[in-house]
């Protein structure tokens, strides 16, 4: 059953995910892991949780 914070197409492969910098905040769209950020920090997936 959804939950109402779900998001739509979240493991849709075709869909672009957002990931966000861990040293700066930057936030990008990719559909694939861009790796690293303009500032050196590294990406992490939005969507996945830290713990």
């Known amino acids: ?6 998001v739509e197409h979240s493991n849709d ?3 672009a995910s957002t ?3 861990l ?3 930057a936030i ?8 690293t950020c303009d500032c050196g920090g590294q ?8 713990e």
Not at 1 to 6: A, C, V, Y
Not at 28 to 35: F, G, K, M, Q, T
């Open 43 to 50: 990406f992490t997936n939005r969507a996945k949780s830290l």
């Open 13 to 15: 492969p075709e869909s």
């Open 28 to 35: 990008v769209e990719s559909d694939a892991h861009p790796n």
């Open 19 to 21: 990931y966000e910098c």
């Open 23 to 25: 040293q700066c905040g």
């Open 1 to 6: 059953m959804p939950q109402g914070n779900d």
